[in-house]
């Protein structure tokens, strides 16, 4: 009989009233670009009524605070400079935290991080002449070959490396671009090894400090990434929301690995002002799973090295099919971790969930 370890929550009332902060990623979950997530605006509109804070949590190291919180208001959601929290203020705060008050930092990276070490009482650098303790590298789109090879130079030399982040890409109106993490890259090829600490998702630190600047108790993760913002929530001991307008679909979901699963799977940001019903497993056979989501059923049989999925229920929600189809899956997965995902039966019959894709009210 299968140990079915693997579930997704359900509530019995809408999902912002069992949490008293949402830690929102902003790329792909309020807005893509330039624009706004179609219903984002709306539905924030109505989690903050009901008296819910809001954090904006960002790996994005190279906007000050002030400067996320305009570009929020510009489209139309109300933000403070104090409800942002970046991977520069953490990295900045944790690099105080280690060096002390006056330590001179060699700065990779835009002008909001050498804001947030500013705010630290750091003192950025731009040379190894200069004396620095530490480098530090987060994503600018100016950074170039001269500065990582003053940074690459540095760590050579043995200073304490901490990056932002280490997201490979970045969204671009043309498709992904390389993030810091890539820049990262290129400085651990030459330098022969990697940084000493990350200071962003997935690590903890962010979502922690988020969490109490808010005070909060209860708070929840909500992002559209399983490898930063999903993987981080579980880092740092809080539940978290999968949204389905940024870069996850179905065959990510279904394939991801433990530590990166979501407690709840929405379409949107909507999906904070509703009831998420329970996701019910069977184990029904040898190496068999039945799932159950409102009305949706799947079945989970592995078949040659795969894990197949067979719809038996598809209901009236492609999201419970999709919920049901995920569990199923991860259930097997975690029985056999060598059985290989084929997504799609269940992509077909899911189609409306695909990413991009939001339902405003």
């Given amino acids: 009989m299968t140990d079915v370890t693997a579930r997704l929550l359900g509530t019995a009332g809408p999902l912002t009233g069992a949490h008293d902060v949402l830690l ?27 008296g819910v804070a809001l954090r904006f949590v960002t790996n994005n190291a190279s906007r000050p ?34 060096f002390g008050p006056g330590a001179g930092v060699l700065v990779i990276g835009a002008e909001g991080l050498r804001d947030a070490l500013r705010a630290q ?32 130079r540095a760590v050579r030399a043995g200073l304490f490396w901490m990056a932002t982040n280490l997201d490979l890409t970045v969204p671009t109106a043309y498709g992904p671009a390389p993030g810091n993490g890539s820049l990262v ?10 940084p000493d600490d990350v200071a962003g998702k997935p690590r903890p630190g962010a979502f922690r400090e988020a969490a109490e600047q808010a005070g909060s108790t209860a708070p929840l ?39 990166q699963r979501p407690d709840h799977v ?3 940001l909507w999906s ?17 799973v039945r799932v159950r989501c409102g009305a949706a059923v799947v079945v989970m049989e592995p078949v040659d090295g795969r894990a197949g999925l067979h719809v038996e229920a598809a209901g009236n929600d492609a999201l419970d099919l999709l919920r049901a189809g995920a569990v199923a899956t991860w259930a097997g997965r975690d029985a056999d971790p060598s059985l290989a995902v084929d997504p799609g039966p269940l992509t077909e019959a899911v189609r409306g969930v695909e990413p991009g894709v939001t339902w405003a009210r």
């Fill in 272 to 288: 904070l002002c509703d009831p998420h019903p329970a996701v019910v497993p069977d184990a029904t056979g040898d190496r068999t």
């Fill in 24 to 50: 929102l990623d902003l790329d792909g979950v309020v807005y893509i670009g330039q624009d706004v997530v179609p219903g984002a605006r709306e539905a924030l509109e109505a989690v903050r009524t009901e």
């Fill in 121 to 152: 009482q750091l003192v950025p650098m731009d040379s190894v002449d200069e004396g620095p303790v530490a480098v530090v590298q987060g994503f600018g789109p100016d950074v170039g070959w001269r500065r990582l090879a003053e940074a690459t």
């Fill in 266 to 268: 929405g379409r949107d």
């Fill in 185 to 194: 890259g290129v400085v651990a090829t030459a330098a022969g090894r990697g």
């Fill in 65 to 98: 605070p002030q400067t996320v919180a305009d570009h929020l208001v510009r489209l139309g959601v109300p933000a403070l400079a104090a409800e942002v929290v970046t991977s520069a203020q953490v990295a900045s705060a944790l690099l105080a935290k280690r």
């Fill in 221 to 259: 993760v909500v992002g559209d990434r399983l490898d930063t913002d999903l993987e981080g929530a579980r880092a740092a001991g809080m539940p978290g929301l999968l949204v389905l307008t940024g870069v996850t679909g179905v065959g990510e979901l279904l394939a991801s690995p433990a530590e």
